[in-house]
């Protein structure tokens, strides 16, 4: 069982009790994050706590920790579960506004739980690698502030079902006919040898892999442009790629009923792909940058 930490404490995971009267729990009043480590070590911890911070700001939680504070905690949690197993690992973190009776409004002295867990990151599977996932869209119902790492996930959960109903591995959202992000992934296309993807407003998360993604980018050279994304020119699209911090970046190969390119995982992913893994904690030193190569 592995140990997560809650409100203080390092326990088994399956011995944390969650009060009924959490709001968390009673309104998914409350924000996370989503931090992947390999080797043991964190890749874009301050990236995380930053964002961390900022959506605790948006819904006015107080912090419960500062930075130097949570990097000890995290750390610490890793240390516990340390495996030969898992090396790689993702650490879940939420943070509710506490325990308080049921009323919609703010309590005025709640503290905030702070629940942290880890599950393993596995290395892209070599199906995927060679032949890419399928995602389908659909329409994005979710609220007006998704730049909010918020809980409230019920309009994501019912798309991912959605897609996985369907055969996908993700539902790619549009909304007015705009692409905006997948149920859990930012979606970064490629058109024309230019790599696009929606900018950062409301209506996306400011994905952690998205930005780091872009850079590796136009450090490859590739032509990078933050701008709305029509639905036509998703369907155009010579790649399609999913980001996020556990999932990487995933080729997207089939679209509906489309297929997406040639079929398979695309040139800029194989670039891309390959600096983001050279990037990585622990990542082999000799590991070479592949830029082009074929489809
Ligand atoms: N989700 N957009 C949404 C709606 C997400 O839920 C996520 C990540 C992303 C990508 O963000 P990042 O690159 O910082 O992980 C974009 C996490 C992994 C999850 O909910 O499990």
New binding site residues.
């Given amino acids: 069982m592995s140990i997560a930490y809650y409100n203080g404490d390092y326990l088994p995971l399956d011995q944390v009790r969650i009060s009924p009267l959490d709001r968390g729990f009673l309104f998914g009043d409350s924000v996370y994050e989503?931090i992947p480590s390999y080797s043991g070590e964190f890749f874009l911890l301050s990236e995380h706590l930053e964002r961390l911070a900022r959506s605790l700001a948006a819904i006015r939680i107080r912090n419960p920790f500062d930075r130097e504070g949570w990097r000890a905690l995290l750390t610490d949690l890793l240390a516990r579960n340390a495996d030969p197993a898992t090396p790689d690992l993702g650490v879940y973190l939420q943070v509710t506004r506490g325990v308080a009776p049921r009323d919609h409004a703010f309590p005025v002295d709640a503290q905030p739980t702070v629940l942290a867990m880890v599950s393993p990151i596995r290395p892209l599977p070599e199906t995927i690698r060679v032949d890419g996932v399928a995602a389908v869209t659909a329409e994005d119902r979710r609220w007006g502030h998704?730049d909010i790492k918020a809980t409230t996930l019920l309009a994501?959960v019912l798309n991912r079902q959605d897609a996985t109903e369907r055969g996908a591995v993700e539902a790619v959202l549009l909304r007015d006919g705009q692409l905006t992000?997948?149920?859990?992934?930012?979606v970064i296309v490629v058109l024309d040898g230019r790599v696009i993807t929606p900018p950062l407003d409301a209506s996306?998360?400011p994905?952690?892999?998205?930005s780091r993604v872009l850079d590796l980018a136009r450090e490859l050279g590739y032509p990078v442009e933050e701008r709305g994304v029509s639905a036509d020119e998703l369907a155009r699209a010579g790649e399609i790629w999913l980001?996020?911090?556990?999932r990487e970046i995933l080729p997207v190969t089939r679209l509906d009923d489309r297929t997406v390119g040639t079929g398979r995982p695309g040139p800029v992913w194989q670039a891309v792909h390959a600096a983001y893994q050279a990037a990585k904690p622990g990542a082999p030193v000799s590991e070479p940058l592949q830029s082009g190569g074929a489809a």
């Fill in positions: 989503v998704c994501n992000e997948g149920a859990a992934s930012n996306v998360l994905g952690v892999t998205r980001t996020s911090s556990t």
